[in-house]
């Protein structure tokens, strides 16, 4: 039964992720004063780029720049076997949250490395930004992971889903809450596709398919990192769960996209001082649960 509820897990991630993307999309231009696309808008888009041709720079490593997309999207649909979305059972074992933060580390190095071998200037100088604000989101999330690791005493998510209620899990929670921002690639923090700057940056050289999936990816990642969020608050068994994940999801959106939909964008030095300074309490947070509280 466990893998039926998977099944569903990710039949849900696949068809919902494009469809929070056009919710946003709609959301900004409603408080930027537009109309806005109609929220199935991201889903069409991606069915036009699946139909397309894709073009191979002369210029490229033609074995790596054709397998990122591949390892990209394969990367984060193994994140949902073990983070559950719609139904609360996954995959679990010891060091769940590790795995995790592996595979969505593997997914970001596999996008850069793909960036570089199209052989733009463009792509690489992205590839450059991503990596750097990458590093910097690596030692915040080090703390949380220990934060939690201290609260749950484990990083099996089948024990630390959801998080007992302490200040050091409230403030762990509102700096997981930022990270994921950031993780997004929203204003400001979409430093590496910076349109007017490098026109698109990492995906400046891929087309159809390839930028198909490279796109549903990051839709897909948002809905991976949404749910992370809400586990650790949702209660495991309960029959207001699904409820409280759908409302969730909604809430979580309309705030991201509120934030997105009023912000300029960073430098790269910028972004990587801040993410300096929430190292930095997210270390004091730390202390604060070794201490108990």
């Not at 990710?10 to 930027?32: H, N, S, T, Y």
């Amino acid at each position: 039964m466990s893998i039926i509820f998977i099944a569903v897990n990710l039949a849900f991630a696949l068809l919902i992720a494009p469809v929070i993307d056009g919710f946003e999309r709609k959301i900004r231009a409603r408080l930027q004063n537009r109309q806005g696309p109609p929220i199935l808008q991201t889903w069409w888009d991606l069915i036009k780029l699946f139909k397309r041709p894709t073009i191979e720079p002369q210029d490229s490593v033609n074995s790596l720049y054709k397998l990122t997309p591949y390892m990209t999207f394969t990367a984060v649909l193994t994140a949902y076997l073990i983070i559950p979305t719609l139904l609360p059972s996954s995959i679990n074992f010891i060091g769940d949250f590790i795995v995790v933060v592996y595979l969505l580390g593997l997914a970001t190095l596999s996008f850069v490395i793909g960036a570089f071998s199209s052989g733009n200037p463009y792509a690489q100088i992205g590839s450059n930004r991503e990596i750097s604000l990458f590093m910097s989101e690596e030692l915040l999330l080090a703390f949380i992971i220990g934060t939690i690791a201290v609260i749950g005493k484990s990083l099996s998510f089948e024990q630390l889903f959801p998080l007992p209620l302490r200040i050091s899990s409230a403030l762990t929670l509102i700096l997981l809450f930022i990270v994921i921002y950031v993780a997004s690639a929203r204003l400001p923090f979409d430093i590496a596709e910076a349109e007017p700057e490098i026109i698109e940056g990492p995906l400046i050289e891929y087309s159809g398919k390839h930028l198909g999936l490279l796109e549903y990816s990051m839709f897909l990642k948002r809905l991976l990192l949404y749910s992370l969020l809400l586990n650790f608050i949702l209660p495991v068994q309960n029959t207001t769960r699904l409820i409280g994940y759908l409302i969730g999801i909604i809430i979580l959106s309309v705030v991201y996209s509120t934030f997105e939909a009023y912000y300029g964008r960073f430098r790269i030095d910028q972004a990587v001082k801040l993410m300096k300074k929430l190292s930095a309490i997210a270390l004091v947070v730390w202390i604060i649960a070794l201490v108990g509280w």
